[in-house]
């Protein structure tokens, strides 16, 4: 199932996370996706997110979240989420986002910041 609009990305990785179903995870992401890991490391491209969200994945990892503002200007779309994580720990993440509408309709996240919060911020440049 893919997301109609930017907010309901947040909730089917919810769901997929939930069912341990890694493939439907990383079918909300754009292929060339950039994704920053807990170390400050941007993570590239699908098979490098795979390395990222799988244990949480087969964890069955239960995520709760509440979007704190959402922007959109045509077809992108900024969100400020908070991330809530039970598994064996709890974990609170403060997560930017930012999806693109693709050519049929449906959102993708193309880039992603789930640890903003907490990590020393710099600069980095992705090209």
Not at 2 to 25: H, N, T, W
Not at 49 to 71: D, N
Not at 102 to 115: A, N
Request: glycine share 6%.
């Amino acid at each position: 199932m893919a997301a109609e609009s930017p907010s309901e990305i947040c909730r089917l990785f919810q769901k997929y996370m939930a069912q341990g179903d890694i493939e439907s995870v990383l079918g909300l992401y754009e292929p060339d996706v950039v994704f920053m890991n807990q170390a400050g490391e941007a993570k590239r491209g699908i098979e490098e997110l795979r390395e990222e969200l799988a244990p949480l994945a087969a964890a069955k990892a239960t995520f709760e979240f509440e979007i704190r503002q959402l922007i959109q200007a045509d077809d992108i779309a900024l969100t400020h989420t908070e991330w809530n994580l039970s598994m064996p720990k709890q974990l609170s993440l403060y997560a930017i986002e930012v999806a693109r509408r693709q050519s049929d309709g449906t959102w993708r996240w193309l880039i992603g910041d789930p640890f903003t919060v907490g990590r020393k911020i710099g600069t980095t440049t992705i090209s």
